[in-house]
């Protein structure tokens, strides 16, 4: 209160002179009676009344009960949701595991314990969080003290800047932005307090291992962690937040190792004490982020630049200074380093090639198809010659390298080139950075280079900052591990390195990923050189790089995808996408991962604050759908349990691309709803019920196959999947919000023509289509079957199998042909669609037209006869294995059986067993009713024929759904087998009867 | 703002009838609408324009209050452009780094009652809005708010004494739990910031926040805080390069880590010789070893006159007259939902506190203008013995803690029926009946031993959950299994010290300030509310020797603790080998002579020796940093004592 009346007082004071006001009472006393003073009086008299009106309006506001402003909320927007922890704990959901948080870098607050005279008043005040009061009254000061020193990256001498401690170092980074304050509600609501809350508040500017060192962070982490196992007795949940994921990483790594340079828990500590690893946005793999804040200091909206900006050292006159300090303490941060892209260019892309090469900006504008870019290719498909946006070159230099072809970019090594010191006068203020050794010579190079990619930055980095990268290079390692068990990497630079460090031996333990996705996210860069002058860093972001195409989003000089603002998807998702699913060589046990994707959904409006829907990096902690997963975590739930993977159509996790979109559509059948949703972000997709408008869809996109997924974006795989809809019933929501439900009829990308007269079908325009809603529909063939087979090993696989990519073999890769070069019926074949050609070739003169509707039909009747004769139960081994089932490698059956070709099926039956087999027929159809009406969670353990459940039938995902359970009825050995052998804990055996059993 | 120059403008352009407003002005008299005369003022502004020169009452307020406000911004401004430092003395944390002193020895500060925060985690509809927030300590807005509510949320649950359902009332953690009480009222940020002048960081120093509201055991059973302190502990030593640790308890917290240490070795899992390996010294600062009379006075009728309680509630909205009574009922209904408070009670019977004719402190001079005086001689000779002598005629009986005046009035019977219920507040004395009351009355006189039947009559519930937590007498025999149990663990009289003969025990407390030692009390005036029916007679007074005032009679002490409870332990319960200490830990006393701050500039004193005060005072901060960079107790000098302890101790006699 006194800050802001004395703001107000300056602004009085600045309009009318203050200094007579105080002379003012002796020498007006004598007259006041009589006369009034015009400036003086009026002066006083005015500022009294502002006074009196502001303790008003103060005191009314002081009185105002606290639910007024939510009152005032739900009168304009409507009731607000009730936030998770309220409904939870209707559910009766209670505190059971402790639970850690572990926040990211930048949030956690830092505060100053020793520091130079000129902030002698600021013991234990918060230099960073809090109102960063003092950024403003002494910038240079405040520098200062948040740097560290350059060459050990510890402590400068004379000043001691420590985490704050407690669930106060990160529950807020400013006044009304929180950070962790909203989880923390909803955990106290169902019973969480401190004893069992952790905040594993740490210095965030420090190496992983130097915290240790210096504070004993990771010591105070351990013990916190194992005293609250111990008073709860129950295994404790991480949280880490943003870089928090790796530094815990690190942390599961040291704990584990032998004592001097870990903390000596021994081989199973991970496994004793932590239950699940919940991460939010963890930049495991890095993020391209981190390169331009280093290379320029340049990450636009990290908070450092929030901070300053607005502050006295954004005049013009010192922009450039400001960058100079902020890039000079930034790079005292061994933190940084940590963050730096990891796995080179197999992760990352090469010059060529880079996993997200299918992304589809999410920003489209309108534009004319461009069908002259269109060649046929071989195999009939058309396809486009559009230039794709090379993501992989994370920093090139002008928009014109980031899109030429590899092969015209000409480029000179830096490595090796000679730095100079050859600028003029060095007497550039006193701000010093690394750049001035380089001299304009080693600037030059560095620019003729043109095209960096992952692994490229690291050598530019070693180049342009030579000193930082040796004190990160004792730190942080990038690479990909090529042998885990070299012993090289017990060292502690490869803990946070996920693709260089196995996960701890801990099977029970859960790994989640959650992120947001739907944001714009930076991941490459196109820069320029700076005219070389002494006071400039010489690299700046090209921010006149402006396209938007279907294809690529660069703008202001960035290039982006999906993610969260932050962290692009691949970052966030590949290692608990692939890298860790499964027993890998990174995850030895085979814990289990998951992935839980937020849809971003930006809030209505201001009222709303930061919604309770976002993806945003930070603001998703405010996300009322990854708050629930917390906690029903934290109160003792799996990740079964949540409902396992949850994805998101608009998506695509680049380098798991197959896997996904395999994933997709079992999620989509396994929740009986073919949901449809917001492709990505206003995606222009002309769908209707009847017709797509292909006016708005550039032509490319329409024709190329839609099997083929290299080259399939969002658009295609709506047609696609919409497809499988046609001739259900179905609901369509359009963007004026209203619902039209009825038979789909037909998707098209066909032009659609306006002058055509309106039928009785009704149209929808893709403009305003919002989402299609089917229930109930399988959405792939058949989604049951699909995941029968997803497991089985297919040695052979057909062409359709293969541009279906699905179950693509990781090590089968599709090659483009490519001409050899001293054939000489290239040159010809390359150009003779070139010009004017008109085709004679019809389709028609071959094969019978289809009828896409009536096609649909015919499949699904030849597919359930397929599926008849499939699902018919089998006792013979060789024909389970035909038809798709796994065999477990655990079942124990002896060689022969396994192996032979003899059926000994009956062999040692007596007459009876044979008698029950003939019956067993008639007797399957109650027991199953029986177990259809029990379905829910009741323990059910019916025997019949050759097939005992020896464990409480309950598998949530495959309960109450319809084409399931008449499914069930079909092939209960299948089904047993399948459900048998991806149960945990459960075995497959045949018992000496050659029964199958399902034993714990 | 804008709305008012738009005003303002609006009766420039319609200066339509400014007889009118004269007119108003004329019919209307203060009375009239604020809108009204502003209406008229504006006007008048415009007619002042014109030549119409008047200066009327709302004028002149303006005006005045315009002023003041400038005056105000200038001198905050001033403020603020003031160095952040005025070149005063030097602290002496910045002193000792200059002499080479550095951190060594992690820190563990343990507050005591009342000075940390207590923050609301869960709770009833009313407290919205308030999730994290502190309900104790800190601005204390909320007691102006919601006195009701706040009232509700500290209170415990009167037969459990944890907490009441739906509410979840938590210690703060850190540091920031006892730094400050209020905002500039300091507890342990001196010594916290001294602390750091010498190296010390939140890795190596830690403050043991409890719920200072429980029971000892309870905060375990509840919070598991003896458990996260033993393992904080343990982490320090390790991680500090296996240094033991300095604990420095303030007040109650002095009894709190007694009852860890005994604990910790019985029941924490931790051993026989955990604290000889895990302590080095314990520096209690102004410890209640032996508990407080002013205890007695706050259980039996909420008068504590000074714990920051009332303090902190006397300005505010309940201490008008009307409410003053319901007031007190409601601090005495809450405060006895808190065991800690009955771990304050006097320890030790009779033979620590005196009986009807004898107390220890007998000879105690309570003329504090003479007994400065004779201070200062005494430490020259020897001639004023006689004066001294000459003066103590007729010894005063501090051992009656709670005596009756003379004048009991006689019951009104007819009264005490008519008015059973008035206001909501129910507190225990409305089922102790008057003919019981009356009785206690006149019983006349109480000592220490009898004390506890006192309070077990009039405070039944309390006394039975508590008791089960303390225990305040004497053990005859130590090795008798039954002092196993935990509610023996806090008192000194009835425990060992744990098995560590190199750990030091210090007590460091202020002296030279008149302490509450015993109290008059009379029956309250029967008014139209049943209230609590005992007061502090504060009119009886005491001429011949100044030792009773208002119904109080004081003795040497910090304000809060007399010398005996603080000093005792040290100066002959534990000193040498004796069977409370058995393994012969070294103990030190330290006192610290009051030295009022001279004027106001100088906040709370450096060299004050009040029972919170002394936290910032320099000596007593550069003993605990001498002690946390390594030095022993010989090193700092041995004993320092001012006060008469010796003496005292002398009178009581125990078995040791």
């Not at chain 1, 599926?867 to 035909?882: N, S, W």
Request: charged fraction near 25%; hydrophobic fraction near 35%; proline fraction near 5%.
């Amino acid at each position: 209160m006194p800050s802001l009346r004395r703001r107000r007082a300056a602004a009085e004071e600045s309009v009318r002179d203050p200094d007579p006001d105080e002379k003012n009472p002796e020498l007006r006393k004598p007259r006041r009676q009589r006369k009034w003073s015009c400036l003086l009086d009026n002066c006083c008299w005015f500022i009294g009344c502002v006074c009196v009106v502001w303790w008003a309006l103060l005191f009314l506001f002081n009185m105002m009960p606290s639910s007024f402003p939510q009152y005032v909320t739900e009168a304009i927007t409507g009731p607000m949701p009730d936030p998770p922890g309220v409904n939870l704990k209707k559910e009766w959901l209670q505190a059971k595991h402790p639970v850690v948080f572990v926040p990211g870098i930048v949030t956690g607050g830092l505060e100053l314990w020793e520091g130079h005279s000129c902030a002698e008043d600021l013991f234990r005040k918060r230099l960073w969080g809090g109102t960063f009061g003092d950024v403003y009254k002494r910038p240079l000061c405040w520098v200062e003290h948040m740097s560290l020193d350059n060459e050990t990256g510890l402590d400068p001498p004379g000043v001691r800047v420590r985490p704050v401690t407690g669930l106060v170092a990160a529950d807020y980074f400013a006044p009304g932005y929180f950070v962790w304050a909203v989880l923390i509600a909803n955990l106290a609501q169902i019973g969480y307090e401190e004893k069992a809350m952790y905040m594993a508040a740490y210095d965030w500017r420090l190496s992983f291992q130097n915290t240790e060192v210096r504070d004993g962070a990771l010591s105070r982490i351990k013990s916190n962690i194992e005293l609250m196992v111990a008073t709860s007795g129950h295994r404790a949940v991480i949280i880490p937040h943003s870089m928090g994921a790796l530094y815990f990483l690190h942390f599961m790594k040291w704990v584990e190792a032998p004592a001097p340079m870990g903390g000596g828990g021994g081989p199973d500590w991970c496994a004793k004490h932590i239950k699940a690893v919940m991460n939010i946005g963890g930049p495991l793999l890095g993020v391209p982020k981190a390169v331009s804040g280093l290379f320029s200091a340049e990450a636009r909206d990290i908070a450092v630049a929030r901070g300053i900006a607005p502050g006295v050292l954004d005049k013009d006159l010192f922009r450039i200074q400001t960058l100079q300090h902020v890039m000079r303490m930034t790079r005292s941060w061994d933190s940084t380093m940590s963050m730096i892209p990891k796995g080179g260019e197999t992760i990352w892309g090469g010059l060529d090639w880079s996993p997200e090469q299918g992304y589809v900006a999410s920003k489209r504008k309108q534009n004319t198809s461009q069908p002259e870019n269109s060649t046929f290719t071989e195999d009939g498909n058309i396809e486009p010659k559009v230039k794709h946006a090379h993501y992989g070159r994370i920093i090139s230099f002008g928009k014109d390298v980031a899109e030429a072809d590899s092969s015209d970019i000409q480029r000179v090594d830096f490595r090796d080139a000679v730095k100079g010191n050859n600028f003029a006068n060095n007497t550039c203020q006193d701000v010093w950075t690394e750049y001035h050794d380089m001299g304009i010579s080693g600037i030059t190079s560095v620019t003729e280079y043109k095209v960096y990619t992952a692994g490229d930055i690291l050598d530019l980095l070693n180049y342009v900052a030579p000193k930082m990268m040796e004190r990160g290079g004792a730190h942080f390692s990038y690479g990909i591990a090529d042998s885990l068990d070299d012993p090289k990497y017990s060292d502690y630079k490869y803990w946070s390195n996920p693709l260089e460090t196995r996960l701890p031996n801990a099977p029970e333990m859960e790994i989640f990923s959650m992120y947001g996705i739907g944001i714009p996210t930076e991941r490459a860069y196109v820069y320029r050189q700076v005219a070389a002058t002494d006071c400039y860093i010489p690299f700046q972001i090209d921010t006149s790089a402006v396209e938007e195409n279907i294809d690529r989003c660069i703008k202001d000089g960035v290039i982006t995808v999906d993610g969260d603002e932050t962290v692009p998807v691949l970052s966030a998702g590949y290692m608990s996408a692939k890298g860790w699913r499964g027993k890998t060589r990174f995850n030895p046990s085979g814990m289990k991962t998951y992935i839980r994707e937020c849809d971003h959904a930006p809030p209505s409006n201001l009222l709303e604050g930061r919604g309770t829907q976002s993806g945003a990096h930070v603001d998703i902690m405010g996300n009322f759908a990854l708050i629930e997963d917390i906690m029903r975590v934290a109160a003792g739930a799996t990740g079964e349990e949540l409902g396992g993977d949850r994805w998101h159509w608009c998506t695509m996790a680049e380098a798991t691309h197959e896997e996904r979109h395999l994933l997709q559509h079992d999620r989509a059948s396994e929740a009986g709803m073919c949901r449809l949703s917001k492709l990505s972000h206003q995606d222009p997709l002309l769908t209707d019920i009847v017709t797509i408008k292909s006016k708005e869809i550039p032509q490319q996109d329409l024709t190329v196959s839609v099997a083929d997924s290299h080259e399939s974006n969002s658009c295609d795989r709506l047609i696609y999947l919409t497809t499988c809809l046609i001739g259900h019933k179905v609901e369509v929501q359009v963007q004026d919000g209203s619902l039209f439900s009825g038979i789909f009829h037909a998707i098209s990308g066909e032009d659609y023509d306006s002058s055509e007269p309106p039928s009785k079908t009704l149209i929808i325009p893709a403009t305003d289509l919002v989402q299609i809603m089917a229930k109930d529909v399988p959405v792939i063939r058949d989604g049951f079957l699909n995941e029968l087979q997803r497991g089985k090993q297919q040695e052979l696989m057909t062409d359709s199998c293969i541009s279906q990519s699905r179950n693509v073999e990781a090590g089968r890769e599709l090659e483009r042909w490519v001409p050899d070069e001293d054939d000489p019926g290239c040159p010809e074949l390359e150009n003779i669609f070139d010009g004017a050609w008109n085709s004679t070739f019809d389709e028609e003169l071959y094969t019978t037209k289809l009828d896409r509707g009536q096609t649909r039909e015919l499949e699904r009747e030849a597919l359930k006869i397929a599926r008849e004769i499939e699902g018919e139960q089998t006792l013979d081994l060789h024909l389970a294995e035909e038809r798709g089932i796994q065999i477990d490698g655990n079942i124990e059956i002896d060689e022969e059986t396994r192996f032979s070709s003899v059926y000994r099926g009956n062999h040692e039956r007596s007459y009876e067993d044979i008698v029950e087999t003939v019956l067993e027929d008639e007797e399957m159809q109650d027991v199953h009713d029986r177990r259809a009406s029990k379905a829910e969670g009741s323990c059910v353990t019916p025997t019949w024929g050759d097939v005992k459940f020896c464990q409480q039938f309950r598998d949530p995902r495959r309960v109450g759904r319809n084409n399931e359970t008449a499914l069930v009825e079909k092939d209960a050995v299948n089904q047993l087998i399948m459900w048998c052998s991806r149960s945990p804990g459960l075995q497959l055996r045949f018992d000496p009867l050659e029964r199958f059993v399902c034993c714990q | 703002m804008a709305a008012i120059l738009r005003f303002r403008k609006l009766c420039f352009l319609e200066p339509s009838s400014p007889s009118s407003c004269n007119e108003h002005k004329k019919q209307t008299t203060k009375r009239d609408e604020k809108k009204m005369r502003e209406n008229c003022d504006a006007e008048e502004d415009g007619l002042r324009k014109k030549g119409v020169k008047e200066w009327r009452c709302i004028d002149s307020c303006c005006w005045m209050i315009g002023l003041m406000c400038t005056a105000w911004w200038l001198l905050l401004f001033l403020h603020h452009c003031m160095p952040a430092s005025l070149p005063g003395a030097e602290p002496p944390g910045v002193r000792l780094r200059r002499q080479g002193v550095v951190a060594l020895h992690p820190v563990v500060l343990v507050p005591g009652i009342v000075t940390g925060g207590l923050e609301l985690w869960e709770g009833r509809p009313c407290s919205d809005g308030l999730f994290r927030q502190r309900l104790w300590a800190g601005s204390f807005a909320e007691i102006f708010k919601r006195p009701m509510c706040w009232l509700e949320h500290l209170s415990l649950d009167n037969e459990t004494g944890l907490d009441p359902a739906g509410i979840r009332v938590r210690a703060s953690s850190g540091l920031v739990a006892a730094d400050y009480f209020a905002p500039g009222y300091f507890v342990w940020a001196n010594l916290i910031e001294n602390l750091a002048r010498i190296g010390y960081e939140e890795k190596n120093m830690h403050m043991a926040a409890y719920d200072w509201r429980l029971s000892f055991q309870n905060t375990e059973v509840r919070d598991q805080t003896l458990s996260r302190l033993k393992s904080k502990i343990e982490l320090m030593y390790v991680s500090n390069g296996y240094k033991k640790v300095v604990v420095v308890p303030h007040s109650m917290g002095a009894n709190y880590f007694l009852h860890f240490m005994k604990w910790v070795e019985l029941a924490g899992g931790g051993g026989r010789g955990w604290c000889a390996k895990h302590i080095k010294s314990i520096m209690n600062i102004g410890p209640v070893f032996l508990g407080v009379p002013k205890a007695v006075s706050s259980i039996l009728s909420a008068e504590s006159k000074d714990v920051a309680f009332l303090r902190a509630m006397a300005p505010g909205l309940l201490d008008s007259e009307i409410f003053r009574l319901q007031a007190l009922e409601h601090v005495m209904r809450v405060s006895r939902t808190w065991d800690s408070l009955v771990s304050l009670l006097p320890k030790g019977g009779e033979a620590v506190w005196g009986n009807l004719d004898w107390s220890p402190e007998e000879d105690h001079v309570c003329d504090w203008g003479t007994r400065k005086y004779q201070q200062q001689l005494k430490t020259k000779g020897n001639e004023t013995d006689g004066r001294h002598s000459f003066q103590v005629q007729e010894p005063t009986k501090f051992g009656r803690i709670v005596s009756f005046g003379k004048t009991v009035p006689s019951p009104d019977a007819t009264s005490s029926k008519s008015n059973a219920l008035c206001g909501k507040v129910k507190t225990e004395y409305d089922e102790v009946s008057q003919e019981k009351i009356q009785k206690i009355s006149e019983e006349r006189v109480y000592t220490a031993d009898t004390l506890l039947d006192l309070l077990r009559s009039v405070a039944p519930k309390m006394m039975k959950r508590a008791e089960a937590h303390f225990s305040h007498g004497i053990a005859e025999n130590l090795s008798d299994p039954k002092y196993n149990h935990y509610k023996y663990w806090s008192n000194p009289l009835e425990t060992e010290l744990p098995e560590a003969p190199d750990m030091e025990i210090y007590s460091l407390y202020g002296v030279g300030i008149p302490t509450e030692r015993s109290y008059v009390y009379k029956l309250s005036p029967q008014g139209k509310c049943r209230s609590i029916p005992f007061q502090i007679d504060s009119s009886a007074d005491d001429s011949h020797n100044g030792c009773l005032k208002g119904g109080v009679y004081f003795v040497d002490g910090d304000e809060s603790v007399p010398v005996l409870s603080a000093g005792f332990m040290c100066a002959k319960g534990w000193k040498g080998k004796t069977r409370f200490n058995p393994s012969g830990s070294a103990t030190y006393i330290r006192e610290y002579k009051h030295i009022a701050p001279a004027n106001l500039l100088h906040g709370r004193g450096l060299e004050s020796g009040a029972h919170v005060d002394i936290m910032g005072n320099v000596a007593l901060i550069e003993d605990v940093l001498s002690v946390a960079a390594g030095a022993s107790g010989v090193e700092l000098g041995g004993d320092r004592i001012y006060s008469d302890i010796m003496k005292l101790s002398e009178e009581i006699k125990i078995h040791l």
